[in-house]
Structure formats: structure tokens, C-alpha cells
């Protein structure tokens, strides 16, 4: 697999010194399929063999490049962006969130940062195609956050809950998780809170057991099904849609809470960044 | 103990929380003067839903009106809604399965079954109610019971495993006035039954038509239909 060596080595040397972060996304999924007797995280034999050779991971360079380049009205990269832990320090960044900051006042999830530090370094505005266009391959986000992302590879889930409203997002989102409602009746816990359960032919994570949440959570992914690279706000709002719920606004506190919790639930298993989804 | 807390009184209390910041929040991350940390997970997590902007309420939905009513529980979803998981104490168990018990209506003429073939259709469907940015238009297609993803029925088509196969439901069981009146309560309120369930109350919430039911029913019943092959 010569792509797999090719793909693979830039995100090796890129990580830094701990065992797990040198490792490709598909054998942290194994090591967890190792640790863990689950059908979710089998579920798809297809899945692991094209790992290797994921779009998302072409993604990385191209959000390397993005990243590094001088772009928007003000000319210049996103190398000062501080995401928690530091101006310009990305490695392990990504399982730290959501996280609060200090210069918002508020809990932000990686997305809702990336577009902050978007807007107010390179002063793009919310109708520039590169904050406005969220979808897809293509979309400048989901390359950066995908570059980002694989700089988290293997690192444990850690979203800090030092501050007190970290805290009360995480909670709050814990009570969203429980809580039924709609025509159908749905909390996501209907669905996320046994083992070895199917929705039709998909078997469903379950919140409770960390080794599969891990890679539930683990988002960006390559989504098979959809043939693109998703981030964790499109699954929430694709489950959301299924549950009849109202829908919730991207980048909303809804969003955040919700992913404040899940996070949460992965706490200390190591991350699939980027994963690859049916 | 659940019923202690309702979320009635945890809305009025943040409601006076606000009054007394001074102030209206709207902005999607902006906490303004309302101090998160100062609510219980309940009060905040109602205010995030309904006034926070962290959800798309104003849409209008299938039913009429706005999704906002979707996210406004009723006594069940109260009541079922245990954090962590599990079920409430006996009481609310029992309260929970006398209410809808009583909410159980019966079609003009007793219970029928209807069009297997259509039934067949309607158990695969996932088609309805769903809205956000690719809403459902009921005016194309009929809304569908969803049966499939919780449930094995015929096994030409995979089923899932929410809840039990029904595979050889009307084979196994016949079709006794008894068991005919079972079902049909279980597809409008299971709760009548099996109180906090996760299977939805598509009678008593109008999420399924008698038509439909009927339909469905002689999908699991009827001699002819590959569910009972």
C-alpha cells in the first residue's frame, strides 16, 4: 500500500512524541477493537480495510497549506489562533474542547473557534464562502478542521472542566441527552445507551461504554454513506433530524452543550482523527 | 422524585433571572448578563433549548404550527426522562400507565385490518415529520411507521434490534380478538403496557392514521403477508 505509506507519514512526523499519537487513525480504531469485545466498532469490515487510503486524510494537507497560508482581508495565517492551549499550539488541541475562552466569555466548540479566529485574525466575514460554505470536501472548515484534528490522533479524549462554565455545559448537555420529547418521543438516549443495538443494518454506540463513544465522537470523518468529510455538528443535527426535533443552529449553545457532554463521555480513549464512517 | 423538580418551576426560576440581568439574550453564544453557573443543568438546558438560540424553533412544522412545540415535553417525556438512564420509581411508572391507557381511542367499527402490501410499505418507511433543512412534504408521500428500524418483521428486508423480532407475529400469536386489541395499543400507546418504553406512541401523538394502522396490522397479521411466511 503505497499511499498508505505516503498519507500516513506526514501525519507521523507531524505528531509528537507519545506512543499513540504516531499511530495511523486505523490502528488506534484497533487497538480499542483489541481492547473491547463490540460490534460497533466491527461493525464494518469494509471501513477498515479503506482506511488507509481515506479522502479524509487528503484533506490534512490540504488544510496544512490553508492553515500556514496568509489569506483573508487582512493578509495573513491562522498561525496566531490560540485554541486553548496557546497562540499557534495545535497538537493535542482538538480533544480539549469544547473549552471556555476568556477573549469570547463563552464555551466554544472547535468549530465555533476555528470560525472565531477566522473572523477576528483574518477578518473574514460570515458571507465570505470560506466561513460561509460548511459542507463538504471542499469547504475550507472542514479542511482545517480535519488538519487540525489529525494533530490529535491517538491523544485521549480531555475536555477541560477547570471552569465553572465548562462545567455547566457538560451538564446541561448531559440533561438535552436524557431528555424525551417530539412526535417521537426520542431522547438520544433511546438509542445511545445499550450495547450492540441496531437502527435497521447500523449499530448503534453506546454512550456508556467510553472505547465505542471514543469513536463515535471521533469526528471529522469521512462519512461512506455520504461521500464526504462530516464534522460532529452534522451528525448531531442528523440525529436531530431523525428525532424530529427542532433542528439546532450550527454553532448554536444547543450544538455545544450536546458536545461538551459527548465529549465528556470519551474522557480517556484515545481519538480516531480523522475516522471513517458508514 | 423526578416530579419535584418540574421543569415549570425551573423555568419560572431563570425566567426571574433574567428579568432581574435586565436583559434579553438572543445571540447564539453571547451569555450577556445571565450567569449560566448560577442555574441548576435543568434551568440551563431549558434555557438553551427554548431561549438561547441553540435551536431552530420558529420552523414551522407538519402538524401546524412552529418546531418549538416539539421540544416541549409532555407529562410522559417528563416523567420517562431519567438522567443516566434507567426507569422512574413505581409511582410514576403506574401514573405513566394509567394515562395512557386512557388515551387509547378505538376506530368506528372495532379494530380492522387492513391492506397488507401497503402495510408492508408503510413498516419500512421512515418517511415523515422529520424537518430541519430537508423537511418532509406530506403531500408527497405517505407517513410511514418506522417499524423496520426498532424491529425484524419479514426478513427479506433487515430490521433492527431496538426492540423485539416480530418476525411470525400473526403465526405465532393468532389473530384472537385479545391479541388484535394488544397490538393495536401497543402501536398507539405502548406505555398502556410497557410504561417508559422507547417504542413512540404513534396513535395518541397523530403520527400514524387508523388507515395506516390498520395497514400495518394486517402487515403482522395476515396469513398472506411474508411476515408470517
Not at chain 1, 499511530?23 to 482506511?51: C, F, H, R, W
Request: aromatic share 10%; charged share 20%; net charge negative.
Amino acid at each position: 500500500m503505497f499511499r498508505k505509506a505516503l498519507l500516513a507519514l506526514p501525519v507521523a512526523l507531524a505528531l509528537g512524541a507519545t506512543a499513540n499519537a504516531q499511530k495511523a487513525p486505523e490502528d488506534v480504531l484497533q487497538g480499542l477493537i483489541d481492547s473491547i469485545d463490540s460490534s460497533y466498532l466491527t461493525q464494518s469490515e469494509m471501513n477498515l480495510m479503506m482506511m488507509p487510503d481515506s479522502p479524509a486524510l487528503w484533506l490534512i494537507d490540504d488544510g496544512k497549506d490553508l492553515f500556514h497560508e496568509a489569506r483573508g482581508p487582512n493578509n495573513v495565517s491562522l498561525e496566531t489562533c490560540d485554541f486553548g492551549k496557546g497562540p499557534g499550539v495545535l497538537e493535542g488541541a482538538f480533544v480539549e474542547f469544547p473549552r471556555f475562552f476568556e477573549d469570547t466569555g463563552r464555551v466554544m466548540d472547535f468549530e465555533s473557534r476555528l470560525v472565531h479566529c477566522m473572523k477576528t485574525i483574518q477578518g473574514f466575514t460570515d458571507d465570505d464562502p470560506a466561513i460561509r460554505t460548511k459542507h463538504g470536501n471542499a469547504a475550507d472548515i472542514t479542511k482545517l478542521q480535519t488538519y487540525v484534528a489529525s494533530l490529535s490522533n491517538g491523544h485521549a479524549w480531555n475536555p477541560p472542566m477547570d471552569h465553572p462554565m465548562e462545567q455547566a455545559m457538560r451538564d446541561a448537555g448531559e440533561v438535552i441527552f436524557y431528555r424525551r420529547a417530539g412526535t417521537m418521543d426520542f431522547s438520544c438516549s433511546t438509542c445511545h445507551a445499550a450495547t450492540g443495538k441496531r437502527i435497521r443494518a447500523s449499530v448503534l454506540p453506546n454512550s456508556n461504554v467510553p472505547e465505542e463513544w471514543t469513536k463515535a465522537v471521533s469526528w471529522p470523518a469521512f462519512r461512506v454513506g455520504h461521500d464526504n468529510v462530516r464534522s460532529a455538528q452534522h451528525r448531531v443535527g442528523e440525529c436531530y433530524w431523525q428525532m424530529r426535533h427542532a433542528e439546532p443552529v450550527w454553532g448554536g449553545t444547543g450544538m455545544t452543550a450536546i458536545i461538551s457532554y459527548w465529549n465528556d463521555r470519551a474522557r480517556g480513549q484515545p481519538a480516531i482523527l480523522p475516522d471513517m464512517k458508514r | 422524585m423526578f416530579k419535584k423538580t418540574p421543569v415549570a418551576a425551573g423555568l419560572a426560576a431563570f425566567a426571574s433571572i433574567i428579568i432581574a440581568g435586565g436583559c434579553a439574550v438572543a445571540d447564539a453564544g453571547k451569555t450577556g448578563n445571565v450567569d449560566y453557573t448560577a442555574m441548576t443543568s435543568q434551568e440551563l438546558a431549558e434555557y438553551l433549548i427554548f431561549e438561547a438560540n441553540g435551536f431552530n424553533v420558529d420552523q414551522e412544522v407538519q402538524e401546524g404550527g412552529t418546531a418549538k412545540q416539539r421540544l416541549v415535553q409532555d407529562e410522559m417525556h417528563k416523567a420517562c426522562s431519567v438522567i443516566g438512564g434507567g426507569k422512574p420509581d413505581q409511582a410514576t411508572l403506574d401514573a405513566v400507565r394509567t394515562a395512557a391507557a386512557a388515551s387509547i381511542t378505538y376506530p368506528e367499527g372495532g379494530i380492522q385490518l387492513g391492506d397488507w402490501q401497503k402495510g408492508r410499505e408503510l413498516a419500512w418507511s421512515g418517511f415523515g415529520y422529520r424537518i430541519g433543512h430537508n423537511p418532509d412534504d406530506h403531500g408527497n408521500r405517505p407517513v410511514g411507521g418506522n417499524c423496520y428500524n426498532c424491529h425484524q418483521l419479514a426478513t427479506d428486508r433487515t430490521g433492527g434490534t431496538v426492540g423485539p423480532s416480530l418476525t411470525g407475529y400473526g403465526k405465532t400469536r393468532g389473530t384472537s380478538e385479545a391479541i388484535l386489541k394488544y397490538a393495536y395499543d401497543m402501536i398507539y400507546n405502548p406505555h398502556a403496557y410497557f410504561p417508559c418504553t422507547n417504542m413512540p406512541r404513534f396513535g395518541s401523538s397523530g403520527f400514524l392514521t387508523q388507515d395506516a394502522i390498520a395497514d400495518i396490522m394486517a402487515y403482522m397479521f395476515d396469513p398472506e403477508s411474508p411476515v408470517n411466511e
